[in-house]
């Protein structure tokens, strides 16, 4: 599986983003997927995960409630809706498959990752 994340950019604290994980090859319905990101002097973290169904999703603490995780098989897409941004919210954001982990070594494909700059 190939990812392709798309969809950051520079956006006002209080504003929205919506993410987008293409994924190449037929496959992309039987794999969890994650969002993790890396700000800047950082480590990776996890962002959110779903269920190659769709059906179960999970949350970091930090973006609980603002963001939200979801997914179009018949697209081969993943997406990352995230509201209510907040300057600390600035990292560059990667799609990745193969889990539904908190945990990036438990992930088997990665994007490349896009860069989200919320200003104050």
């Known amino acids: 599986v190939q990812l392709q994340a798309s969809g950051g950019g520079l956006v006002q604290a209080g504003g929205s983003l919506r993410l987008s994980c293409a994924a190449s090859?037929?496959?992309?319905?039987?794999?969890?997927m994650g969002w993790f990101r890396q700000a800047p002097g950082k480590e990776r973290e996890f962002v959110a995960s779903?269920?190659?169904?769709?059906?179960?999703?999970d949350y970091a603490d930090s973006v609980k409630g603002r963001f939200t995780i979801s997914r179009d098989n018949a697209k081969n897409t993943a997406y990352l809706q995230m509201n209510s941004l907040k300057p600390e919210d600035t990292a560059v954001y990667y799609c990745?498959?193969?889990?539904?982990?908190?945990?990036?070594?438990?992930?088997?494909?990665w994007g490349q990752g896009t860069q989200v700059t919320v200003s104050s």
């Open positions: 779903i269920a190659w169904g769709g059906g179960s999703t």
């Open positions: 090859g037929r496959t992309f319905s039987s794999y969890n």
């Open positions: 990745a498959a193969g889990s539904r982990s908190r945990r990036q070594n438990d992930y088997r494909y």
